[in-house]
């Protein structure tokens, strides 16, 4: 191991803290020949370590047995065997160990020698300080497969695999149009390669070698990393292979979305879960890993399991419950692509985890098992319309309805719609010239004579006025007539005989939708030709502000878009093909969501405009779901400007949709993100892995003290701090002059990072400059309203601890002066701000925490109080402050 692993200890942070900040303590242990451990640069917490955990790391051997057996400083026993240093914690904590990467002999001045072990870890004074090395590690989020890759080994790993990435988008430039097999190994050399890049990381390698369920996840690590590299150009190749397949789904989807639960039975009782359900299963398309569109229908069927019922115990959903759940879920999500996401997710998982593949294996059979049910056609959309349902008879059996409708008896009304749903055309015009005549006259009254008011005449006079018969614009209380019945139901010798009594052929129901509009969505070409040559109104909109012609497109109906833009150029109609509903979509629109080619093509044959921006800013392009339409679309502008050539744009350049997604796979923590921001203890996650490394980078200008460049990242103004910008003379180009020709112009970021950002550790910009004592940064953090009580991950510690550490005092004086600061938290180690300031015998920052009335009596994992803690430092001056407060509280 020795060999396989090179630093120079000169340049460890660690090391170099001890001689500088500890001289006093590195100079004792060099005198007396003791052994100093180092841990290996990387591997240290960003925050700053105490004097007592420094002495942790000074081993004086033992007269015994000096080669194997020691006392750290702080009197725990250590022994060293093999190259691995076992350490005995506490009787309520188990030992540890920790290996010895190599050994390195140094002379001081005096030519004093001494030895220094370079260890993998820190030994932390708790076995709580630090992350123990168990080995149990669960990735399951790309965030998890990076912050992985990060600590157990390097970041040049990273940076290696970028590059390889970046070579490979280069090199395969037409991965797009390449077919889905030869995608799919191209992709699986560039995982291989990437993997055999991450173990050739000495520390990872070791690791893995001896820890299989690390190995494992290092793969899915490792392949998420890839994919999320690659995904927006491997997604657009996909959905070009998938598009006929998507496009026909589509079709099906679309002509199902009235369905409801009840219509799969499925219990009532669930609906309550269904919205939480489908904002999981929605955000399938917001993910760029297997890991995490996996994990969104993981959650999904979590949702649906944890329903509590009215009994309040949790329900059990068995797969034959799962099953519905998931087809109505899938039917009401509105993705266009899901297909894609399924080919994706079933050929794209180059890595093998065994703690993941028997659920995931469940997961995407049940996906699929759902996807190719609806594919089938089993499924059909409600066995009446909307207005028709009986909701409050919902939860009886069917032979009590039929009791009961036999019981009451069926209206006029109800007669003739039942009669043109199922296409009784003959008894229903038999129907019609019965009811009209029955009460045409009074002659058929026999009455006595017209005026008479006898009892018997005023009987019959009065059944006359309220027996009145339904007509063919009779409507129910949705405002259907029997015209829309016939239309939805696609009767066209209902519509046929309809038609002779000359009914309002425009009438809208209550959601101002037209016969034309109904048998414009379920795709009745014939019933659409009889409306039409009957003066039914191509451009008459429904509340939405959607055409016959965007119902058509937007269910793919292709015959029916023919039909309906044929009968507009042959009557010379007047017709807008680019009439936007109220939502800005067109008909265009609607098409290339769905991936219909075909009526994209026939739209804008017939003038459809592909430059339109609804609402949302967003073009028929910017809709198109897959490379063939979106080229279908972009040929179309092309022509329109006149630009030649239109052949020579490559594939990409095509823009679609689901590859045009920002802040794939970090969705989830944007929700999170408003929950951090009221909690205010915990930093803001990135949402990228390019921000990730722009945090690293702000941090890093933090700690070597380039205000300036870290201001760049945060988007601070450092020149609004100061009252006006003074330099020494014109032509000083020190930090402290403006210089108009900086790489940083006027100072600001396009896309900032959020002052309250954290890295891995959890440290937030407001750590940093606390720890390392940038004074100017803490105020504008301050004044830009940085979290001041936020922690870090594992150590628990905030801004104050660390500043207190340190002997910062302006910055501590300056997160006291904002009153919102909590000087009781304790960290991990049970400490808080007090009991550091006590251990680095700080008396002015004592004072300074004692004017915000701290809790003195506080008592830290050890069992000791800041009074206790200045006595075991020898802090007189400290110790009587802190006991003439006491005795004033008393």
Same mark, same amino acid.
């Given at each position: 191991?020795?060999?396989?692993?090179?630093?120079?200890?000169?340049?460890?942070?660690?090391?170099?803290?001890?001689?500088?900040?500890?001289?006093?303590?590195?100079?004792?242990?060099?005198?007396?020949?003791?052994?100093?451990?180092?841990?290996?640069?990387?591997?240290?917490?960003?925050?700053?370590?105490?004097?007592?955990?420094?002495?942790?790391?000074?081993?004086?051997?033992?007269?015994?047995?000096?080669?194997?057996?020691?006392? *750290?400083?702080?009197?725990?026993?250590?022994?060293?065997?093999?190259?691995?240093?076992?350490?005995? &914690?506490?009787?309520?904590?188990?030992?540890?160990?920790?290996?010895?990467?190599?050994?390195?002999?140094?002379?001081?001045?005096?030519?004093?020698?001494?030895?220094?072990?370079?260890?993998?870890?820190?030994?932390?004074?708790?076995?709580?300080?630090?992350?123990?090395?168990?080995?149990?590690?669960?990735?399951?989020?790309?965030?998890?497969?990076?912050?992985?890759?990060?600590?157990?080994?390097?970041?040049?790993?990273?940076?290696?695999?970028?590059?390889?990435?970046?070579?490979?988008?280069?090199?395969?430039?037409?991965?797009?149009?390449?077919?889905?097999?030869?995608?799919?190994?191209?992709?699986?050399?560039?995982?291989?390669?990437?993997?055999?890049?991450?173990?050739?990381?000495?520390?990872?390698?070791?690791?893995?070698?001896?820890?299989?369920?690390?190995?494992?996840?290092?793969?899915?690590?490792?392949?998420?990393?890839?994919? %999320?590299?690659?995904?927006?150009?491997?997604?657009?190749?996909?959905?070009?292979?998938?598009?006929?397949?998507?496009?026909?789904?589509?079709?099906?989807?679309?002509?199902?979305?009235?369905?409801?639960?009840?219509?799969?039975?499925?219990?009532?009782?669930?609906?309550?879960?269904?919205?939480?359900?489908?904002?999981?299963?929605?955000?399938?398309?917001?993910?760029?890993?297997?890991?995490?569109?996996?994990?969104?229908?993981?959650?999904?069927?979590?949702?649906?399991?944890?329903?509590?019922?009215?009994?309040?115990?949790?329900?059990?959903?068995?797969?034959?419950?799962?099953?519905?759940?998931?087809?109505?879920?899938?039917?009401?999500?509105?993705?266009?692509?899901?297909?894609?996401?399924?080919?994706?997710?079933?050929?794209?998982?180059?890595?093998?985890?065994?703690?993941?593949?028997?659920?995931? *294996?469940?997961?995407? &059979?049940?996906?699929?098992?759902?996807?190719?049910?609806?594919? *089938?056609?089993?499924?059909?959309?409600?066995?009446?319309?909307?207005?028709?349902?009986?909701?409050?008879?919902?939860?009886?059996?069917?032979?009590?309805?039929?009791?009961?409708?036999?019981?009451?008896?069926?209206?006029?009304?109800?007669?003739?719609?039942?009669?043109?749903?199922?296409?009784?055309?003959?008894?229903?015009?038999?129907?019609?010239?019965?009811?009209?005549?029955?009460?045409?006259?009074?002659?058929?009254?026999?009455?006595?004579?017209?005026?008479?008011?006898?009892?018997?005449?005023?009987?019959?006079?009065?059944?006359?006025?309220?027996?009145?018969?339904?007509?063919?614009?009779?409507?129910?209380?949705?405002?259907?007539?029997?015209?829309?019945?016939?239309?939805?139901?696609?009767?066209?010798?209902?519509?046929?005989?309809?038609?002779?009594?000359?009914?309002?052929?425009?009438?809208?129901?209550?959601?101002?939708?037209?016969?034309?509009?109904?048998?414009?969505?379920?795709?009745?070409?014939?019933?659409?030709?009889?409306?039409?040559?009957?003066?039914?109104?191509?451009?008459?909109?429904?509340?939405?502000?959607?055409?016959?012609?965007?119902?058509?497109?937007?269910?793919?109906?292709?015959?029916?878009?023919?039909?309906?833009?044929?009968?507009?150029?042959?009557?010379?109609?007047?017709?807008?093909?680019?009439?936007?509903?109220?939502?800005?979509?067109?008909?265009?629109?609607?098409?290339?969501?769905?991936?219909?080619?075909?009526?994209?093509?026939?739209?804008?044959?017939?003038?459809?405009?592909?430059?339109?921006?609804?609402?949302?800013?967003?073009?028929?392009?910017?809709?198109?779901?897959?490379?063939?339409?979106?080229?279908?679309?972009?040929?179309?502008?092309?022509?329109?400007?006149?630009?030649?050539?239109?052949?020579?744009?490559?594939?990409?350049?095509?823009?679609?949709?689901?590859?045009?997604?920002?802040?794939?796979?970090?969705?989830?923590?944007?929700?999170?993100?408003?929950?951090?921001?009221?909690?205010?203890?915990?930093?803001?996650?990135?949402?990228?892995?390019?921000?990730?490394?722009?945090?690293?980078?702000?941090?890093?200008?933090?700690?070597?003290?380039?205000?300036?460049?870290?201001?760049?990242?945060?988007?601070?103004?450092?020149?609004?701090?100061?009252?006006?910008?003074?330099?020494?003379?014109?032509?000083?180009?020190?930090?402290?002059?403006?210089?108009?020709?900086?790489?940083?112009?006027?100072?600001?970021?396009?896309?900032?990072?959020?002052?309250?950002?954290?890295?891995?550790?959890?440290?937030?910009?407001?750590?940093?400059?606390?720890?390392?004592?940038?004074?100017?940064?803490?105020?504008?953090?301050?004044?830009?309203?940085?979290?001041?009580?936020?922690?870090?991950?594992?150590?628990?510690?905030?801004?104050?601890?660390?500043?207190?550490?340190?002997?910062?005092?302006?910055?501590?004086?300056?997160?006291?002066?904002?009153?919102?600061?909590?000087?009781?938290?304790?960290?991990?180690?049970?400490?808080?701000?007090? %009991?550091?300031?006590?251990?680095?015998?700080?008396?002015?920052?004592?004072?300074?925490?004692?004017?915000?009335?701290?809790?003195?009596?506080?008592?830290?994992?050890?069992?000791?109080?800041?009074?206790?803690?200045?006595?075991?430092?020898?802090?007189?001056?400290?110790?009587?402050?802190?006991?003439?407060?006491?005795?004033?509280?008393?």
């Amino acid at each position: 191991m020795e060999s396989s692993y090179d630093e120079d200890l000169n340049d460890n942070v660690f090391f170099q803290t001890l001689r500088t900040d500890y001289a006093e303590l590195f100079e004792k242990a060099t005198v007396e020949g003791w052994i100093i451990c180092v841990p290996r640069a990387g591997s240290m917490p960003k925050f700053a370590l105490s004097y007592n955990e420094f002495f942790s790391h000074i081993l004086i051997p033992s007269f015994e047995l000096p080669e194997t057996h020691f006392r *750290s400083l702080n009197d725990k026993d250590v022994r060293i065997n093999n190259r691995v240093i076992s350490v005995e &914690t506490s009787d309520f904590a188990l030992p540890f160990s920790i290996h010895i990467l190599f050994e390195e002999t140094f002379y001081t001045e005096d030519m004093l020698k001494y030895k220094v072990l370079c260890i993998e870890t820190p030994m932390c004074l708790s076995p709580d300080c630090y992350k123990a090395e168990s080995g149990i590690i669960n990735v399951n989020t790309l965030r998890d497969c990076v912050d992985l890759l990060w600590t157990e080994s390097s970041k040049e790993v990273l940076e290696k695999m970028d590059e390889h990435i970046s070579t490979f988008l280069s090199t395969n430039e037409d991965l797009e149009i390449e077919p889905l097999q030869n995608q799919k190994d191209l992709v699986g050399e560039l995982y291989t390669q990437c993997l055999q890049t991450a173990l050739k990381d000495t520390r990872l390698r070791d690791k893995t070698a001896v820890n299989r369920y690390l190995l494992d996840n290092v793969k899915v690590s490792v392949e998420s990393y890839v994919l %999320h590299g690659v995904y927006k150009k491997l997604i657009k190749g996909i959905t070009r292979c998938t598009a006929a397949e998507d496009a026909s789904f589509n079709k099906i989807v679309r002509n199902l979305a009235d369905i409801q639960l009840r219509d799969l039975d499925i219990n009532q009782e669930f609906q309550d879960v269904i919205p939480k359900a489908r904002t999981e299963l929605v955000k399938v398309e917001g993910y760029s890993t297997v890991l995490g569109k996996v994990g969104c229908i993981k959650r999904t069927v979590s949702a649906i399991s944890n329903l509590t019922l009215s009994n309040n115990k949790s329900n059990v959903v068995a797969t034959d419950e799962l099953i519905p759940l998931l087809v109505f879920l899938v039917l009401k999500t509105g993705l266009p692509n899901w297909l894609a996401h399924l080919t994706y997710i079933k050929e794209f998982s180059f890595s093998s985890n065994d703690s993941h593949s028997n659920q995931h *294996s469940y997961l995407v &059979t049940s996906l699929e098992a759902v996807i190719e049910h609806i594919r *089938s056609g089993i499924v059909i959309g409600p066995s009446e319309p909307e207005s028709q349902i009986d909701y409050d008879l919902e939860d009886n059996d069917e032979e009590d309805i039929l009791k009961m409708k036999k019981s009451l008896g069926m209206t006029p009304l109800s007669k003739l719609f039942e009669l043109a749903k199922t296409g009784d055309h003959e008894h229903l015009e038999l129907v019609l010239n019965k009811e009209t005549h029955k009460f045409g006259s009074l002659d058929n009254l026999n009455l006595c004579h017209p005026l008479c008011s006898c009892d018997n005449c005023e009987r019959k006079m009065s059944i006359y006025l309220c027996n009145m018969a339904p007509t063919v614009n009779s409507c129910d209380d949705r405002g259907l007539t029997i015209l829309h019945i016939a239309a939805i139901y696609g009767q066209p010798k209902v519509v046929d005989v309809i038609l002779k009594y000359e009914p309002n052929i425009n009438k809208s129901d209550y959601k101002g939708a037209t016969p034309l509009h109904y048998a414009s969505a379920r795709g009745h070409q014939n019933i659409i030709l009889l409306l039409l040559q009957s003066g039914a109104r191509i451009d008459q909109p429904d509340n939405e502000g959607n055409l016959p012609l965007h119902l058509a497109a937007n269910n793919g109906h292709e015959n029916c878009v023919k039909a309906l833009l044929c009968y507009a150029e042959y009557m010379n109609l007047k017709f807008d093909i680019n009439f936007s509903n109220n939502q800005g979509d067109t008909a265009l629109h609607n098409a290339a969501r769905w991936g219909y080619e075909t009526i994209v093509f026939l739209l804008l044959e017939n003038g459809a405009m592909a430059t339109i921006e609804n609402k949302r800013k967003l073009t028929p392009i910017d809709n198109a779901h897959n490379m063939d339409i979106s080229s279908l679309l972009g040929v179309s502008i092309i022509k329109k400007l006149n630009i030649s050539s239109p052949s020579e744009k490559r594939t990409n350049d095509v823009v679609v949709a689901v590859a045009s997604k920002t802040h794939l796979d970090f969705v989830d923590n944007n929700i999170d993100n408003d929950v951090l921001r009221k909690q205010e203890y915990q930093g803001i996650i990135p949402n990228s892995t390019n921000e990730i490394k722009k945090v690293e980078r702000a941090l890093r200008a933090i700690t070597y003290g380039d205000i300036r460049l870290a201001c760049f990242f945060l988007g601070l103004e450092l020149n609004s701090h100061k009252t006006a910008d003074k330099s020494c003379h014109p032509l000083c180009s020190c930090r402290n002059s403006v210089d108009n020709d900086s790489p940083f112009g006027d100072g600001k970021v396009d896309q900032p990072l959020n002052i309250n950002v954290c890295d891995s550790d959890g440290m937030t910009p407001l750590h940093v400059a606390c720890l390392y004592g940038r004074n100017e940064l803490v105020s504008l953090l301050l004044e830009a309203g940085a979290f001041i009580n936020v922690q870090t991950r594992q150590a628990k510690m905030t801004p104050l601890h660390l500043a207190c550490q340190k002997k910062h005092f302006y910055a501590v004086e300056s997160l006291l002066s904002t009153k919102k600061c909590d000087i009781n938290l304790l960290d991990v180690q049970g400490n808080t701000a007090l %009991h550091y300031a006590c251990q680095t015998s700080n008396l002015n920052i004592v004072k300074k925490i004692l004017e915000y009335r701290p809790n003195v009596n506080c008592r830290n994992n050890r069992n000791k109080t800041p009074l206790e803690v200045a006595k075991d430092s020898v802090s007189v001056s400290i110790v009587s402050t802190l006991s003439d407060y006491l005795r004033k509280s008393a």
